[in-house]
């Protein structure tokens, strides 16, 4: 089974930055998307970005772009993001998703104008990140 493990959240100051990361198991060579989503209290669970195997063409969502990157190092199996400029309103759960189906990331946004969370099966527990005004 994939697994997906995140760290890096914490507490910073509005226009600070945050590193997430989330290490992966189990998870094979072939079609595969990766997603970093988040959920702020009363509000839907939202897609920030997300890459696949051949880490072409990222998305990233209307509040990330210009201020999030996403990004993996092959060797470590890890996926990152680098959010930079951070909001209170960035303030929220993060996590890290996986699904072996590449579409997800790369067709879904073009049809759907953002991720859809129900089609990743597999889910980290979350990193809380909190920023302060």
């Known amino acids: 089974q994939v697994q997906l493990v995140e760290s890096g959240g914490g507490l910073v100051q509005a226009g600070g930055s945050l590193r997430l990361s989330c290490t992966v198991s189990g998870l094979t060579s072939g079609d595969f998307a990766l997603g970093w989503f988040r959920q702020a209290p009363g509000k839907e669970r939202e897609g920030i970005s997300c890459i696949t195997n051949d880490d072409e063409d990222p998305y990233y969502s209307d509040s990330a772009k210009g201020r999030f990157t996403i990004s993996r190092d092959v060797a470590k199996n890890t996926l990152y993001l680098q959010m930079d400029s951070l909001k209170p309103e960035d303030t929220a759960m993060y996590y890290c998703?996986?699904?072996?189906?590449?579409?997800?990331?790369?067709?879904?946004?073009?049809?759907?104008?953002?991720?859809?969370?129900?089609?990743?099966?597999?889910w980290g527990q979350g990193t809380q990140v909190t920023v302060s005004s």
């Open positions: 998703a996986a699904e072996a189906l590449a579409e997800v990331c790369h067709m879904t946004p073009l049809y759907v104008g953002h991720l859809v969370w129900t089609e990743y099966k597999n």
